[in-house]
């Protein structure tokens, strides 16, 4: 899939652009902001991408501000690394058949309203990807052994197994 008039994959990332796989190699690049705000083709591109490709590729208008923070998280991990990094989309949009097939997929899963990404950043763990997006992120940030949940909804963070995930300022260890 190609998003937009230039290869964004050779430009610096940034919080106006996103360059997205899927494990099985498919991408799209996309600069779905503009000096005016959102490029709607361009979000409808990158909503697009996002289907359920396991439920008959069902898609729906994904919230907008989730590409904004898979932006930043992108930016930011791509500076550190000193070159453009693809986010791996293991999850976007879920519809409600797939959800409820999922062995511990949340009922009121945000993947089922458009307001959620499962993410990995090859070479990187799961906890760098938390890390980055906890600078970016007011609503969920979870953590798991092959993955990072990011969500647009209310501000938590959560991990399967690690205690030791991002601890909100001025909290102490437990």
């Known amino acids: 899939m190609a998003g937009a008039s230039e290869p964004l994959r050779d430009a610096p990332a940034g919080r106006d652009r996103l360059w ?43 919230e907008p501000r989730l590409f904004d923070i898979l932006a930043g998280v992108q930016a930011s991990m791509s ?4 070159s453009a990094l693809p986010l791996v989309v293991t999850s976007g949009y879920r519809t409600p058949r797939h959800n409820a097939a999922l062995e511990n997929a949340a009922r009121t899963s945000m993947h089922l309203y458009g307001y959620a990404a499962d993410v990995q950043v090859r070479g990187y763990p799961p906890r760098a990807v938390a890390l980055a997006a906890s600078f970016f992120s007011e609503g969920g940030i979870g953590l798991y052994d092959t993955f990072t949940h990011l969500d647009v909804w209310q ?4 991990s399967s197994g690690r205690p030791d995930f991002v601890r909100e300022p001025g909290t102490a260890g437990q």
Do not use: C, K, N
């Open 20 to 62: 997205l796989m899927r494990p099985d190699g498919t991408e799209v690049s996309s600069r779905f902001r503009t000096a005016e705000g959102y490029d709607r083709p361009q979000m409808l591109l990158l909503s697009w991408f996002m289907r359920d490709i396991h439920d008959d590729d069902r898609a729906v208008w994904m």
């Open 79 to 82: 500076a550190v690394h000193g």
């Open 155 to 158: 501000r938590r963070r959560w």
